[in-house]
Structures are given as structure tokens and as C-alpha cells.
């Protein structure tokens, strides 16, 4: 299954400042998924990103404040903006992995606003 | 929308058997994959149903009732290590997961 790199591992942000998490996979994929996990809770999907094209977002989460790119077919990031202590949280990507083997996550993003 | 149901949290002992149960309601299915995840890690894959019946690898099975919008998961023989949380994630017709809120699972000596 895919091998994703994601970057960077945790940051410490000041409020109202933007930071942009990366992932790298390791093989062409056509779609990546974009989460957020806050303390304690389990996954909420951010949005879906098509090499090509713009971004889908889930109800509650809009371009302004989680930008998307999507260049290339093993590459994309996420931006997480004008930061406030809310947007505290672990931030995953995902890429669907060959045959059944299910969804690969990168190894997270924790951020924390301060 | 998606509503997911799974209980928040089951403790056992070790070399114990746990069914950890999911409801769910999706506008359209395409599957349900389980993952275990551990504190301060990324989710691991653990089983994917997409038909009817039972699926089994190892230690783990999982069910599926596509009529019923039913899936639980069955960990056998316990070990410390399996101390996790366990997420139930239906998939929509576009292929995106939404996850349950997860299952603490607790396994004491």
C-alpha cells in the first residue's frame, strides 16, 4: 500500500498566523482526503482533493480557511488559516490504498494555537 | 447525512473476547472498513466489509448487515497491546469515509 510522508509532525503557532501541513506519497493516487481530529474525538473529513481541480469541502469547512493544493498526482497540502486556539487539532491526510488494503494515513499533523 | 453509533468505551481481560457494535446511516454505502487506532498515532487498517456476512483475519473478524446497517468487530484472545481506540467508518457512494466517534477498548490484566 501507499507510503504517505507528511510534514510537519507538530508546530506551536501564534493566533492569526497560517501554517501549511504537506503529505508526499510514495505512488500516483487520484484522490486525497484531508482530516481533522480534535482532542478526544475521532476523524471529521475536511475535504477531498482532485489532482486538476478544486477542492470538495465538507459542510463546515470552507476554501477560506483551509486552502487546498493538489499540483500533482503524489502531492498536496493543506492550509490552515488566520489561526485561533479552535483550530488546535491533529491534522491527517489520507490516500486510498491498493486492492482492499483499505485508507493509508499520514503520521499527523499536531497543532496547537496559542 | 451520517450518523454512526458504536459505545464509547469497553473494558476486558487479557485472553478475553470483546464485540465492539456499529450502527450506521449513510446516504449511499460503499463498505465499512474498521481501524484501530493508538494514542498520538495515525489509524491502522484493520478489516473492510463490503458484502453481507463475515470477514475474518487472524485475531480479528468483522460482520456486516447491509439491511440491517449493523458491523461489529470481534477481537479474540486479547493482548495488552490491543488497548486502543477502534473506529467504525462507513463509506459513502464516493468513496469517502466518515468515522464513528470510536471505542476505547481498555484490556487489564
Known amino acids: 500500500s501507499a507510503v504517505i510522508s507528511q510534514k510537519p509532525s507538530r508546530d506551536i503557532c501564534q493566533r492569526g498566523t497560517s501554517l501549511t501541513i504537506q503529505c508526499q506519497v510514495d505512488s500516483q493516487v487520484t484522490m486525497m482526503f484531508w482530516y481533522r481530529q480534535q482532542p478526544g474525538q475521532s476523524l471529521t473529513l475536511i475535504a477531498t482533493?482532485?489532482?486538476?481541480?478544486?477542492?470538495?469541502?465538507e459542510s463546515g469547512f470552507v476554501i477560506d480557511k483551509f486552502p487546498i493544493s493538489r499540483p500533482n498526482l503524489t502531492f498536496s497540502t493543506l492550509t490552515v488559516s488566520n489561526m485561533s486556539p479552535e483550530d488546535s487539532s491533529i491534522y491527517l491526510c489520507?490516500?486510498?490504498?491498493?486492492?482492499?488494503?483499505?485508507?493509508?494515513f499520514g503520521s499527523g499533523t499536531r497543532l496547537t494555537v496559542v | 447525512g451520517q450518523n454512526i453509533d458504536q459505545p464509547t468505551e469497553m473494558t476486558a481481560t487479557e485472553g478475553a473476547i470483546v464485540q465492539i457494535n456499529c450502527t450506521y446511516q449513510?446516504?449511499?454505502?460503499?463498505?465499512l472498513f474498521w481501524y484501530q487506532q493508538h494514542a498520538g498515532e495515525a489509524p491502522t487498517f484493520l478489516s473492510y466489509n463490503v458484502l453481507d456476512g463475515l470477514e475474518e483475519k487472524g485475531r480479528f473478524s468483522s460482520f456486516l448487515s447491509r439491511s440491517k446497517g449493523y458491523s461489529y468487530l470481534l477481537l479474540k484472545e486479547l493482548q495488552m497491546k490491543d488497548s486502543a481506540s477502534y473506529l467504525c467508518?462507513?463509506?459513502?457512494?464516493?468513496?469517502?469515509?466518515?468515522f464513528g466517534a470510536g471505542t476505547q477498548v481498555v484490556v487489564t490484566p
Open positions: 489520507s490516500v486510498e490504498a491498493q486492492g482492499r488494503g483499505g485508507y493509508t
Open positions: 449513510t446516504s449511499g454505502f460503499n463498505g
Open positions: 482533493a482532485n489532482q486538476g481541480s478544486e477542492a470538495t469541502y
Open positions: 467508518a462507513p463509506t459513502d457512494s464516493w468513496g469517502k469515509l466518515q
